[in-house]
């Protein structure tokens, strides 16, 4: 993995993903022990758009394994806004860092950037299209509700054409085999059909698609809700005419099995009432979690870090 960008999960082999989902494990129970693993890297993290967990996770994830790290969040802070083009930005930003994460509202604006680059570049999320470390901490999240991340029903509700993160889930998810997925949407925020193709390529996984979330919760092992994505929307009136479709409260989660998962990779607004949170399904603050020790055993990873201590899941 040393070297390597990620601009979507399909860049990384299943095995090295198993291996993440390993080394988080490891990470979380040595958290003294690698404390030194990257001292004299530095991160950069180029945010061209608003983000709390992501960001902060990155650089958290970077400062916990001894290294430093630089950047901005806002393009209005760098020469982005003299015309500076992404390719010129991370030509310039290879020059001062081991890695780069960089967020952009533009699809395909991560990939641009790596090619650009001459150190690992990891897509924190490019418009409408991919989140794959967000689907690492969503995967880490299974892994510890259930010990395996396949083998389920996984419910995505709410925006599936903008949300990134459930486009980045579906393919990973596929990847592993063995899942059931029910889409729960609105006819105007369905899933995208190159999202589709891949389910319909993948003959161990199937998908029904459905508007009512009431009268399919009781089937699921996984409830993966998601923020009707308001920045990414044409025009305001759809957005308030959609934003409140759903709506996850005690009286909906009552329907459903006792050890189902509630994840959300957040922010929210509304679409999970605040009463949810004290229930034993909620897990999204534990993708929040999650997400800081995956970004840690993939930033040791692409820089070239051994974790000390740490044996590789192949070796064992
Ligand atoms: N999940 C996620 O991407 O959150 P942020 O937008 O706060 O980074």
Request: aromatic share 6%; hydrophobic share 40%.
């Amino acid at each position: 993995m040393i070297g390597k960008s990620v601009i979507s999960l399909d860049d990384l082999s299943i095995a090295q993903i198993r291996d993440l989902l390993h080394k988080a494990q490891y990470i979380d129970a040595h958290r003294k022990e690698v404390s030194h693993t990257c001292e004299g890297r530095v991160l950069a993290t180029l945010f061209y758009e608003p983000s709390t967990r992501t960001r902060l996770s990155f650089e958290t994830a970077m400062l916990r394994l001894g290294g430093k790290v630089i950047g901005f969040a806002g393009a209005q802070l760098a020469s982005v806004t003299k015309g500076e083009s992404i390719a010129d930005t991370l030509k310039t930003v290879s020059n001062y860092v081991d890695v780069v994460a960089i967020r952009h509202p533009k699809e395909g604006a991560a990939l641009v950037a790596s090619r650009a680059a001459s150190v690992p570049v990891i897509n924190a999320g490019d418009g409408g299209h991919m989140h794959p470390t967000q689907t690492l901490a969503d995967l880490a999240t299974l892994q510890s509700r259930f010990g395996r991340v396949n083998d389920l029903t996984v419910g995505l509700c709410g925006d599936l054409m903008f949300g990134r993160t459930v486009h980045s889930l579906i393919e990973t998810l596929c990847r592993f085999g063995n899942v059931r997925f029910i889409l729960i949407s609105p006819d105007e925020l369905k899933t995208p059909q190159y999202v589709i193709d891949r389910i319909n390529a993948t003959p161990s996984c199937s998908y029904v698609e459905v508007r009512d979330l009431a009268s399919v919760i009781g089937d699921l092992d996984v409830l993966y809700m998601t923020r009707v994505q308001k920045e990414r929307f044409f025009n305001e009136d759809d957005y308030l005419r959609l934003r409140d479709t759903y709506i996850l409260d005690e009286d909906k989660l009552s329907l459903a099995k006792p050890d189902m998962a509630v994840l959300h990779p957040l922010p929210r607004v509304n679409e999970i009432a605040v009463e949810v949170d004290d229930d034993p399904r909620a897990a999204y603050f534990e993708q929040v979690k999650n997400g800081m020790l995956m970004r840690m055993a993939l930033e040791s990873s692409v820089v070239g870090d051994d974790l000390p201590g740490y044996e590789p899941l192949e070796s064992k």
